[in-house]
C-alpha cells in the first residue's frame, strides 16, 4: 500500500445508489437550494415561506405547559437509564420478539438483520427517554427488512394485536402503558370507539411512523396509492422498500378531494394501500366527513389498507371540521400516523405515533410527559394558535390574489400551507416554478417552495405560518417582483 494508496486500489465501500435516488427530490434538499440564490448583499431579512415550521415566531410559541413537562420528566431522573417502565412488559420483551420475528421471516433471507435490529432496539431503543431522542439508530436497519408476505397475510398482521406488537419492532419504540393510554385517549376523544394503548406505537415524530408502515407493507411486486400533490418523504420511503408508487391526483376545482376514480383504476391485486393526508399538505385543504367515508368505501372494495397521516389533526380554520380516518375504521382498517410537532409547534421535539384502529378496550394509568402534554394543554393555546393561522391564511390568500400571475384555487381551511398556480405566460424570462423561486429568492429574500418539489410542476406551495407581519411583507416583495418580471403588453 502506498502513500495515500487504497488497499488493493480500491475501497470496497461507496455509497448506497438506491438511497440517493429516493432521497432525490425531498423539499429540505430543494429549499437548500433555494438558500444558495440568496444575495449575500441583501439588507432585508429573509422570509422563509417555504419550510413549515413555525416554532421559530413569537406567535407560534408552544405552551408553557408542554415545557415544564418535559422539565418535569426530566427532573424526576426516571428516564435517564434503561428504563423498566418504559416498554412492553417482560413476557412480550426480549424472547418473545425474537420468536415473533422467527416466526414472520420463515421465509425472509435477512433474518440476521432483523435479529441485530432486534436486539438494538431492546438494548438501545427501548430505554430512551420519550421527547428527548434525536438521533435515528434504527432507521436503515429497518429499511433492510424483507418480509415475504401475501396481501392477505398482511392484513391479518395488521389487525392482531399479537403480532402487531413485533410488527414494528424494526424501529418503533414499544411504549409505556402511560404513553400509549394518553395516545389513544388523545385520538379517541374524535372517534365513535375508545381505542386501546395496544393499537399505539409511539415513535420519532410521524416521519418514523410512516417510515415504519412502508417498511412493513412492502413485499416483492406491491404497490402503494399515493396523493399527488403529496409530501415526497413517502416516495423516498417507499422507493427505499421496493414499493412501487402510483398516483391519484387530488382535483383542486374540487377542493383538493381525491379523485377516487383514479384510485380504483390504479390499484390490482398487488395494491396494499393508499395514503391520505388530513388536514393537507401541500394543499391545505380539509377533507370533509362524506368524502372521508367514499374513501374507506373505495378502500374497502379493493381491500386495501387506509394510511391516514394526521400530523395537522385540528389545525383548521375554515368550514370544514377536522373528522379522523379512523371514525371509518369499522369500514376499513385504518392505520394513522401523527405526532405532536405541528399542533403543538414543537417539530424538533421528535414525538409522534403509529396508531391501528380498531374499535377495542380501555387500560387505566399515568405518569411522563407525554400524558402531561396531551391531556393537561389547556384549550386556549390550540384556540389561539388556530385564530393565528386563520388570520395568516387569510392575509395569504386575499394578499397572493392580488399578484396577477398567481391564483389560488382554494381558500386553505387547514395545515400550514396552500398550493397557488403559477400563470408563467404572465412573466418575461421565467422557464419555471423552480426558475421562478430560485429568481424569487435571490432578488427579494423570498423562499417559496416550488410544486415540483411535491409533485406539481409550476405551482406554488406557500406557508403562511410565519408571523403575519412577515407575511405580508413577504407577498409584497413576491407582488413587487411580478410587477418587475411581467410581460410587456
Ligand atoms: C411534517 C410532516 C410529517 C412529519 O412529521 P414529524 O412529526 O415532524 O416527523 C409527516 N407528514 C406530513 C404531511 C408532514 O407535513
Redesign the pocket.
Known amino acids: 500500500m502506498e502513500n495515500g494508496g487504497s488497499p488493493m486500489n480500491q475501497w470496497r465501500f461507496k455509497g448506497n445508489e438506491e438511497l440517493t435516488l429516493a432521497s432525490a427530490v425531498t423539499i429540505r434538499g430543494v429549499l437548500n437550494m433555494l438558500m444558495e440564490n440568496l444575495n449575500v448583499h441583501e439588507t432585508r431579512p429573509v422570509i422563509p415561506l417555504g419550510h413549515?415550521d413555525p416554532s421559530a415566531f413569537p406567535s407560534f410559541r408552544t405552551t408553557p405547559f408542554a415545557e415544564d413537562a418535559i422539565c418535569a420528566a426530566v427532573r424526576t431522573a426516571k428516564f435517564n437509564g434503561y428504563s423498566s417502565t418504559v416498554g412492553i412488559p417482560p413476557a412480550r420483551s426480549r424472547d418473545s420478539v425474537l420468536k415473533f420475528i422467527s416466526k414472520l421471516n420463515r421465509e425472509c433471507a435477512s433474518i440476521g438483520f432483523l435479529i441485530v435490529g432486534a436486539l438494538l432496539l431492546c438494548l438501545d431503543w427501548h430505554g430512551c427517554p420519550p421527547l428527548l431522542v434525536e438521533a435515528r439508530p434504527l432507521t436503515p436497519l429497518a429499511s433492510t427488512f424483507h418480509v415475504k408476505r401475501t396481501s392477505e397475510s398482511h392484513r391479518i398482521l395488521l389487525l392482531e394485536r399479537k403480532e402487531r406488537e413485533g410488527l414494528f419492532m424494526g424501529g418503533v419504540r414499544p411504549i409505556s402503558e402511560d404513553e400509549g393510554r394518553a395516545v389513544a385517549e388523545y385520538l379517541s376523544k374524535d372517534l365513535p370507539y375508545k381505542l386501546s394503548p395496544d393499537d399505539v406505537f409511539l415513535t420519532?415524530?410521524?416521519?418514523?411512523?410512516?417510515e415504519a408502515i412502508t417498511t412493513v407493507l412492502a413485499r416483492p411486486g406491491a404497490n402503494i396509492l399515493l396523493p399527488r400533490p403529496g409530501?415526497p418523504?413517502y416516495e423516498a420511503r417507499a422507493a427505499f422498500s421496493h414499493l412501487e408508487v402510483r398516483h391519484f391526483d387530488l382535483v383542486p376545482e374540487k377542493d383538493w378531494e381525491v379523485d377516487l376514480a383514479a384510485v380504483e383504476a390504479l390499484s390490482d391485486e398487488n395494491t396494499v394501500a393508499m395514503v391520505i393526508?388530513n388536514p393537507g399538505?401541500p394543499c391545505g385543504n380539509v377533507f370533509k366527513y362524506e368524502h372521508l367515508k367514499k374513501v374507506a368505501e373505495t378502500a374497502r372494495k379493493l381491500g386495501i389498507l387506509v394510511i391516514a397521516?394526521e400530523?395537522?389533526d385540528h389545525l383548521t380554520f375554515g368550514s370544514s371540521p377536522f373528522v379522523p380516518m379512523g371514525a371509518f375504521g369499522s369500514i376499513v382498517p385504518v392505520v394513522t400516523?401523527?405526532?405532536?410537532?405541528?399542533r403543538w409547534i414543537v417539530?424538533g421535539w421528535?414525538?409522534?405515533w403509529l396508531v391501528t384502529n380498531d374499535p377495542d378496550g380501555i387500560l387505566m394509568k399515568q405518569g411522563g410527559a407525554v400524558p402531561q402534554i396531551l391531556e393537561n394543554t389547556p384549550s386556549d393555546f390550540f384556540l389561539k394558535i388556530v385564530n393565528t393561522l386563520r388570520e395568516s391564511a387569510d392575509i395569504c390568500y386575499n394578499r397572493s390574489n392580488e399578484i396577477p400571475c398567481i391564483t389560488c384555487p382554494s381558500k386553505p381551511e387547514g395545515?400550514m400551507f396552500v398550493m397557488v398556480k403559477l400563470n408563467l405566460s404572465l412573466l418575461e424570462g421565467i422557464k419555471d416554478d423552480l426558475d421562478f423561486c430560485c429568481k424569487l429568492a435571490k432578488e427579494e429574500a423570498v423562499i417559496v417552495l416550488p410544486g415540483v418539489a411535491v409533485g406539481l410542476k409550476n405551482w406554488l406551495r406557500v406557508t403562511f405560518a410565519i408571523e403575519p407581519s412577515s407575511l405580508d411583507d413577504g407577498l409584497g416583495r413576491i407582488k413587487a417582483f411580478y410587477h418587475r418580471h411581467a410581460k410587456k403588453q
Not at 204 to 210: D, E, F
Not at 337 to 342: A, D, P, R, T
Open positions: 413549515g420519532i415524530g410521524c416521519t418514523q411512523a410512516l409530501f418523504y393526508i399538505n397521516d400530523v395537522y400516523v401523527g405526532s405532536i410537532s405541528k417539530p421528535r414525538l409522534g395545515s
